[in-house]
């Protein structure tokens, strides 16, 4: 483990002498915690919660790199508040009512035992509803969105101006959705065995575009990073299918065909003049590398331009959740993960934080269980607390498709205790939380 900075500039301290301010080391690797990073400022009085949820009793200050004095002064200290007292068990209904409730719902046994209020349950019940109700909107959304990628990839050849001017309204409007105010990630519940190449061009777009949006790109830039997206693999085409789906794992002939894949791809997007010269240097350097062992010219560092820097960590990113042979892929986290600690040398850290301050902590699709035991899935990101995302709760007493959802933001007690593989969930809870072969985002807004 790399410290920042000299030694005398780091000292060890327990959990309870921490404040928000102070920068920590975790300590012990990867492998000895679930934080997708071992050194990061505390934000939030939650993140002490996190630590004494993973049970971590001491850490690293970084003396010069926190905001606040170590230790912090007494008026520094945190409040501390009482749980509310469990409310008397009453059984839950077992067929929600679909008006408007006028009596708060009795919370069930899972909510009851860790002191939650029946408005707890109520509230959750209520997020849940309106969750659905954005990803429904997402939903039509996404499939607007892949026949429309479909057709500009298809005719991307084509005589004259018209698929020029139909890419450049695509792509204008899915920039001007990302960079609303009330623009939201969700995990969809639908296309999830779509294997096509228009598939992960739009998964690639649109992470792409949240990451430009995180790292500040100007508006021009996001429309060049959009552009680059939708068009950066369209050279697949031209592979035979076995180069295809090899995906460049294959013997060193077929490494060297599917490789060609880029230069295809650029020669193809030339002839569309909506495809400007940084989308173009984009497309080409989607597959190079930051420690300079990809492809085609191997060029390291910031040579690499910016646009085919972010391509580069999404379209990774897509290829392990989604593989092109493959039904079953990693698992969201597993995947993020496997970026910083395997792969982290192949991409630039600002881009992969970003990225990952994109897509949150715990990204929508991962399963996980939570501190006081139960199971869920998440669904939606909290952009500032990426640590506290929305959660769809396994609650047996309730039909699968009104589940509670509960916003971790909002949930003082209850946090994220571990991720999990499929293979660790019982089957009962797979069934009901339905976690998706291929993982799918879009994007919805307010209203």
Same mark, same amino acid.
């Given at each position: 483990?790399?410290?920042?900075?000299?030694?005398?500039?780091?000292?060890?301290?327990?959990?309870?002498?921490?404040?928000?301010?102070?920068?920590?080391?975790?300590?012990?690797?990867?492998?000895?915690?679930?934080?997708?990073?071992?050194?990061?400022?505390?934000?939030?009085?939650?993140?002490?919660?996190?630590?004494?949820?993973?049970?971590?009793?001491?850490?690293?200050?970084?003396?010069?790199?926190?905001?606040?004095?170590?230790?912090?002064?007494?008026?520094?200290?945190?409040?501390?508040?009482?749980?509310?007292?469990?409310?008397?068990?009453?059984?839950?209904?077992?067929?929600?009512?679909?008006?408007?409730?006028?009596?708060?719902?009795?919370?069930?046994?899972?909510?009851?035992?860790?002191?939650?209020?029946?408005?707890?349950?109520?509230?959750?019940?209520?997020?849940?509803?309106?969750?659905?109700?954005?990803?429904?909107?997402? $939903?039509?959304?996404?499939?607007?969105?892949?026949?429309?990628?479909?057709?500009?990839?298809?005719?991307?050849?084509?005589?004259?101006?018209?698929?020029?001017?139909?890419?450049?309204?695509?792509?204008?409007?899915?920039?001007?959705?990302?960079?609303?105010?009330?623009?939201?990630?969700?995990?969809?519940?639908?296309?999830?065995?779509?294997?096509?190449?228009?598939?992960?061009?739009?998964?690639?777009?649109?992470?792409?575009?949240?990451?430009?949006?995180?790292?500040?790109?100007?508006?021009?830039?996001?429309?060049?990073?959009?552009?680059?997206?939708?068009?950066?693999?369209?050279?697949?085409?031209?592979?035979?299918?076995?180069?295809?789906?090899?995906?460049?794992?294959?013997?060193?002939?077929?490494? $060297?065909?599917?490789?060609?894949?880029?230069?295809?791809?650029?020669?193809?997007?030339?002839?569309?003049?909506?495809?400007?010269?940084?989308?173009?240097?984009?497309?080409?350097?989607?597959?190079?590398?930051?420690?300079?062992?990809?492809?085609?010219?191997?060029?390291?560092?910031?040579?690499?331009?910016?646009?085919?820097?972010?391509?580069?960590?999404?379209?990774?990113?897509?290829?392990?959740?989604?593989?092109?042979?493959?039904?079953?892929?990693?698992?969201?986290?597993?995947?993020?993960?496997?970026?910083?600690?395997?792969?982290?040398?192949?991409?630039?850290?600002?881009?992969?934080?970003?990225?990952?301050?994109?897509?949150?902590?715990?990204?929508?699709?991962?399963?996980?269980?939570?501190?006081?035991?139960?199971?869920?899935?998440?669904?939606?990101?909290?952009?500032?607390?990426?640590?506290?995302?929305?959660?769809?709760?396994?609650?047996?007493?309730?039909?699968?498709?009104?589940?509670?959802?509960?916003?971790?933001?909002?949930?003082?007690?209850?946090?994220?205790?571990?991720?999990?593989?499929?293979?660790?969930?019982?089957?009962?809870?797979?069934?009901?939380?339905?976690?998706?072969?291929?993982?799918?985002?879009?994007?919805?807004?307010?209203?």
């Amino acid at each position: 483990m790399f410290g920042f900075g000299k030694d005398e500039n780091r000292v060890k301290a327990k959990i309870a002498d921490l404040r928000p301010g102070h920068f920590i080391e975790l300590e012990g690797g990867w492998f000895a915690h679930n934080f997708i990073r071992s050194k990061f400022l505390i934000e939030s009085p939650r993140v002490l919660d996190e630590l004494r949820a993973a049970g971590i009793q001491s850490v690293l200050v970084h003396l010069d790199k926190s905001t606040i004095p170590f230790p912090a002064p007494p008026d520094l200290d945190l409040p501390r508040t009482e749980a509310p007292a469990p409310v008397e068990a009453t059984a839950a209904q077992e067929t929600p009512p679909t008006t408007p409730l006028t009596e708060p719902r009795p919370a069930p046994p899972f909510l009851r035992n860790n002191g939650a209020t029946p408005a707890t349950f109520e509230q959750a019940l209520q997020r849940g509803s309106e969750m659905r109700r954005r990803q429904e909107a997402a $939903e039509q959304a996404h499939a607007s969105a892949l026949q429309e990628t479909q057709f500009v990839m298809k005719n991307l050849l084509a005589p004259g101006a018209a698929v020029a001017e139909r890419t450049r309204e695509f792509v204008s409007n899915a920039v001007a959705t990302v960079i609303s105010d009330d623009a939201t990630l969700h995990l969809l519940s639908s296309r999830h065995g779509e294997m096509s190449l228009r598939f992960h061009s739009l998964q690639v777009m649109t992470l792409s575009l949240l990451t430009g949006k995180r790292m500040g790109l100007s508006e021009t830039e996001l429309q060049d990073l959009a552009t680059a997206a939708l068009f950066h693999d369209c050279g697949i085409g031209r592979l035979q299918d076995s180069v295809r789906m090899s995906a460049g794992s294959g013997s060193r002939i077929e490494q $060297e065909a599917y490789q060609s894949h880029v230069l295809y791809s650029v020669e193809m997007a030339r002839s569309c003049s909506v495809v400007s010269k940084p989308a173009l240097a984009a497309i080409l350097t989607h597959h190079e590398t930051f420690n300079g062992t990809g492809y085609p010219k191997k060029i390291a560092g910031e040579e690499i331009p910016l646009l085919g820097r972010v391509l580069a960590v999404v379209d990774r990113y897509d290829y392990l959740v989604n593989p092109p042979a493959s039904p079953l892929g990693m698992t969201p986290a597993e995947t993020l993960l496997r970026l910083f600690q395997q792969e982290g040398a192949r991409f630039d850290k600002k881009v992969l934080h970003a990225f990952a301050k994109s897509i949150g902590i715990y990204p929508p699709g991962s399963i996980v269980q939570l501190s006081d035991g139960r199971y869920g899935i998440v669904i939606g990101v909290n952009a500032d607390a990426l640590m506290c995302p929305s959660v769809l709760v396994y609650e047996p007493s309730v039909p699968k498709g009104q589940a509670p959802v509960l916003d971790l933001l909002e949930t003082a007690d209850v946090n994220i205790k571990n991720c999990l593989a499929s293979v660790m969930v019982p089957k009962e809870v797979l069934d009901y939380l339905n976690p998706r072969g291929r993982v799918a985002y879009f994007y919805s807004r307010g209203g």
